[in-house]
């Protein structure tokens, strides 16, 4: 069982930089690919980015590509997603979430564990 807390969002212009923040509970955290979704009204949910247990993989949407930077500490149970020349069509609700036993995942059906989100807005 993992639990997830997303922390770090807000109101940024555009252009500015956000760094957002999952935590994870549990032990194992390490084991587990985890990934940064987003979702705005009357969209479905998208995939933004993700990284593979080790770190040494990471993916992203090509939306944000060369935009955002995801990493993590598995030291410290937690991965960030680095938001940088934020466009207001970023704005969204961001939710982190993981995986056990996936390489990589692009899909949220993919996923097992889900944070509660935080809001991100980017003003024009």
């Known amino acids: 069982q993992v639990q997830l807390v997303e922390s770090g969002g807000g109101l940024v212009q555009a252009g500015g930089s956000l760094r957002l923040s999952c935590a994870a509970s549990?032990?194992?955290?390490?084991?587990?690919?985890m990934g940064w979704f987003r979702q705005s009204p009357g969209k479905e949910r998208e995939f933004v980015a993700g990284?593979?247990?080790?770190?040494?993989?990471?993916y992203y949407a090509d939306s944000v590509k060369g935009r955002f930077t995801i990493s993590r500490d598995n030291a410290k149970n937690t991965v960030y997603l680095q938001m940088d020349s934020l466009k207001p069509e970023d704005t969204a609700v961001y939710y982190c979430?993981?995986?056990?036993?996936?390489?990589?995942?692009?899909?949220?059906?993919?996923?097992?564990?889900w944070g509660q989100g935080t809001q991100v807005t980017v003003s024009s």
């Open positions: 549990g032990r194992t955290f390490s084991r587990y690919t």
């Open positions: 990284i593979t247990w080790s770190g040494g993989t990471t």
């Open positions: 979430a993981a995986v056990a036993g996936k390489f990589s995942a692009r899909r949220g059906a993919e996923y097992d564990y």
